[in-house]
């Protein structure tokens, strides 16, 4: 007894080793998520640019090797401790921080005891 065994129909669904695929709103979304990392990578480098010492050069090779914006958001707290200080450079790298920060992650700063809840 012979089995007839149809052809399996064709599949559209999008294949993971075909990039690019997918619907066009998709590639829009991948493409603003990744123009925002590089915003906010850019912004840390300029931050970190020219910090001194040992830490600030770890810092400079951790950030210039950050893939995802989870590894910036990982090492802000060891840019804004070294950004400290009364100096007008410093404050306008940690105020330009904040910005990139809030525009990625907007949940991402400490609780204030000024908002309501």
Known sequence: MSLHHAPEPRRFVAQA??????LPNERLARLAARRAFVDLKHCFMQAVADLDGDRGGWLRAQVRA???PEDLLLL???VFALLS????RRQTHR??????????????APRSGFASF
């Open 66 to 68: 950050a893939e995802d």
């Open 17 to 22: 080793g075909l990039p690019g695929a997918g």
């Open 76 to 78: 802000r707290g060891h």
């Open 85 to 88: 200080g009364a100096d007008e």
């Open 95 to 108: 105020r330009a921080l904040r910005r990139s920060l809030d525009s990625l992650f907007p949940d991402s």
